[in-house]
């Protein structure tokens, strides 16, 4: 008789388990009734990527890239299903993700300028992905990419700045011997005696070089003068303020101030922007130019086709050769309290960001990739291939892109150019109130 009871009471016990164990996974949210893990996936940037190579019957319309990439993802992990919604690029901002998770509904993944993700990470709502990563991985990225104790996303790609010369101007005023060495490195004083050369020819409607400072638009641009002279915005990923109020960012900005008053810079610089860069340069009329990939294919594909030889910012007498600023972009995971849905997700991210897509991405931009490893995959111009070189040897600089209130200190910085080139500040008055300023939007 006792024997039949314990053995009743046993059977009770186990169907009171299975019942809370199957009632705790459903309110957990991380499984529906048939087992699959739910996961959703954000995504803005790459929206307009269509007809990709090996995908192009999949990738016709716009947004289509991420379903493949799901796709992709789901041919190995049958038991997760992932809800893609491709944000609306027209608002040019986060506005349809915010409003989401102010209504409760966080997503568990986010692909996106990593600018624009850095505002969740400063929210906290974003989970650190290091100890799911191994060194070889981690030290597979750029030097320079990762800064602080947490890494909050996994970059894919790299959109470098560095400077375009028009070659074939410098070549037309027989000043070819000023242009940088096979290096792409040169000094500021190389620097000048190139802008020299040109501005002595006085070509007509043709200049030297261009600054601007009408909105934060291209202002990596102009950051670059920055790193030759040794100055810097923060101390690798310490956001709590800027370390930018130092002799070297005065020198900085008393150099970029002396381009604008003394006629090395098209005219106008407080009231110009990246438009006017983006056309003149194309146009033929300016000898060097701080920007991006972009710059290549313009000058080839202008209507006047011409030679650009890109090359790294200058550096100062004594400094090392400058790292470089890169906008990458990147995806993130968000917490949840849901280790299930938090481990799959993250497997989804080290997938994008793995060998499968993260080449395909970059060959996609024609731009250079985050990781090392990948170089070789990915087909890009012989000089944009050396810049990634350069990246390689030089790392990379903290300019602020991923602090959360990065936005924010863009317009801080452009404020103080518009008052320098403008002649209302020096350069010592503009770089201690871009300090003030900038400590107050890190600290508001």
């Known amino acids: ?41 954000y995504g803005y940037g790459l929206q307009a990527f269509t007809n990709i190579p090996g995908y192009e019957d999949q990738t016709q319309d716009l947004g289509d890239i991420y379903q493949v990439m799901v ?60 100890p799911y990563l191994d060194d070889e991985i981690i030290n597979d990225y750029a030097s320079g990419t990762f800064s602080g104790d947490t890494i909050w996303r996994l970059p894919i790609d790299m959109t470098v ?17 000023l242009l940088p060495d096979e290096s792409r490195e040169w000094t500021f004083d190389q620097f000048m005696e190139l802008m020299d050369a040109v501005k002595a020819a006085n070509l007509t ?44 960012a005065v020198k900085a900005f008393q150099f970029m101030s002396d381009l604008v008053q003394n006629g090395y810079a098209v005219p106008g610089a407080a009231s110009l922007t990246d438009d006017d860069m983006l056309a003149m340069f194309p146009a033929g009329q300016l000898a ?47 917490k949840s309290d849901d280790q299930a849905k938090t481990e799959m997700a993250i497997e989804f991210a080290k997938y994008i960001a793995g060998e499968d897509w993260a080449p395909l991405l970059c060959q996609a931009e024609s731009a250079p990739t985050a990781r090392n490893s990948f170089a070789d995959k990915v ?26 209130q990065f936005q924010e200190i863009r317009n801080d ?9 403008n002649g209302t500040k020096t350069a010592e008055q503009a770089i201690a109130d871009l300090e003030t300023n900038i400590n107050k939007t890190l600290n508001s």
């Open 71 to 130: 796709d992709g993802f789901k041919k190995d992990h049958p038991n997760v299903d992932i809800e893609v919604t491709v944000i609306n690029p027209a608002g040019g901002n986060t506005e349809q993700l915010d409003t989401d998770i102010a209504s409760g509904s966080i997503p568990d993944l986010y692909f996106d300028n990593q600018m624009r993700i850095a505002k969740y990470e400063g929210q906290g709502l974003l989970a650190d992905l290091t």
């Open 161 to 177: 700045h560095f400077m375009a010369i028009n070659k074939t101007l410098v070549e037309e005023i027989g000043a070819e011997d």
């Open 379 to 404: 087909t890009l111009s012989e000089q944009i291939n050396i810049i990634q070189q350069k990246v390689s040897e030089n790392g990379l600089v903290d300019f602020g892109a991923t602090c959360p």
């Open 413 to 421: 910085y452009v404020n103080e150019l518009q008052s320098l080139f």
């Open 288 to 334: 060097v130019t701080g920007g991006y990939a972009y710059l290549e294919s313009a000058a080839k594909d202008a209507e006047t086709p011409f030679e650009p030889y890109l090359v790294n910012f200058p550096h100062d007498e004594g400094q090392e050769n400058p790292p470089f600023a890169v906008h990458s972009h990147a995806i993130a995971v968000f």
């Open 1 to 41: 008789m006792k024997k039949r009871v314990l053995a009743f009471l046993l059977a009770i016990a186990l169907v009171f388990s299975l019942f809370t164990l199957s009632g705790c996974q459903k309110d957990g949210g991380s499984s529906t009734e048939d087992g699959k893990i739910k996961l959703s996936f």
């Open 205 to 248: 409607d043709k200049y030297p070089t261009i600054l601007w400072a009408a909105n934060p638009s291209g202002d990596v641009c102009n950051f670059g003068y920055l790193w030759g002279f040794g100055a810097r915005l923060f101390d690798n990923g310490d956001y709590s303020k800027t370390v930018i109020n130092s002799p070297e």
